[in-house]
């Protein structure tokens, strides 16, 4: 490429630990490794890279350990779950590719990064919590946590009651302007892990953490435009963005405009629980100036990035 161009490429929480599969460690490094071909192609062909992640179901286990361990040892609160996840995960990830570019004599280091995302602690979804996390409990175990604990429950379809946080929208990634200067230097930068940390400024000027999560894509969006990303790809578990998905009228997108985008979301056609927060993010990005958004299937992170995979989503 005659000018290297960076993209942000967000793993989903899938590509590490596999539903249905037994999420052990040695899995999660194996699932790691095979989730970074892609990356790999991209680091050798000269794209700057940023790496973000999900964390879902890490950190699900993570709140069982703290339950299991209630009353025994300290109770951890959910900023510091994220945190330790971005960690972990992000070691990983780090060793992972560093053990691939070496081994296919690819000069890039890699570091990863925790991340704090600045939110509005007057954000009207901090008052509105909608994100489950967490295990399922009856309707009297809910009733005695929301009582005891102060934990925020609704019902999980017909599977029971899970408790609910807040997820605001990030405003700012902290160490945006390190993960910049890392990048421009050709370091491969894994952050933004889970949509990174939530925390808000304070009267005093200083971080403090906050109790919810941040949605991962649209975390990613932030921290692209922060560097001045030109490419934000979002991998999944679906090949292609699909209208009417799941009818006999489902149609595949392959290049689509931002405002056609943003019409097929105020229609309806992505669920919040699913294709909803990328379409938002990817529409997030354009706006802030993105060249093009790629949804696409893990194996196709490659193809995705030089848009030849996947749903491309363009400015207009």
Not at 116 to 141: L, R
Not at 218 to 246: K, P, Y
């Amino acid at each position: 490429m005659p000018e290297a161009k960076t993209a942000v490429v967000a793993l989903g929480g899938n590509a590490i630990t596999v539903p249905g599969q037994e999420d052990t460690i040695a899995n999660q490094f194996f699932n790691t490794r095979k989730s970074l071909d892609g990356i790999v192609e991209l680091a050798r062909e000269g794209f700057k890279l940023v790496v973000t992640h999900g964390n879902g179901p890490q950190v699900g286990n993570c709140l069982l350990r703290v339950e299991l361990a209630r009353g025994k040892a300290p109770v951890l609160p959910l900023g510091v779950l994220v945190a330790d996840t971005e960690g972990g995960m992000g070691y990983m990830i780090e060793q992972s590719l560093g053990n691939r570019l070496r081994a296919e004599r690819i000069d890039r280091q890699v570091v990863t990064i925790i991340t704090q995302m600045v939110v509005d602690p007057d954000d009207p979804a901090i008052d509105n919590p909608t994100k489950f996390i967490g295990q399922f409990h009856t309707e009297e175990e809910a009733d005695t946590f929301t009582e005891t604990r102060g934990w925020r429950m609704k019902k999980d379809a017909d599977r029971g009651w899970r408790r609910v946080v807040p997820s605001p929208t990030p405003l700012r990634a902290v160490v945006g302007p390190t993960v910049r200067k890392l990048v421009e230097d050709d370091v491969i930068v894994v952050a933004g892990g889970g949509g990174g940390i939530p925390v808000y400024v304070d009267s005093n000027g200083n971080l403090e953490g906050i109790d919810a999560v941040i949605d991962k894509d649209l975390g990613s969006a932030v921290l692209a435009d922060e560097i001045g990303a030109s490419i934000l790809c979002i991998l999944t578990t679906v090949d292609r963005v699909a209208l009417n998905f799941g009818t006999l009228d489902q149609q595949y997108l392959e290049t689509v405009t931002l405002s056609e985008m943003k019409k097929h979301l105020a229609d309806g056609h992505f669920p919040e629980g699913s294709m909803g927060p990328k379409i938002r993010a990817a529409i997030r990005f354009l706006e802030q100036g993105g060249e093009m958004v790629a949804i696409a299937s893990l194996e196709n992170a490659r193809k995705a990035v030089l848009g030849e995979a996947g749903t491309r989503i363009v400015p207009d």
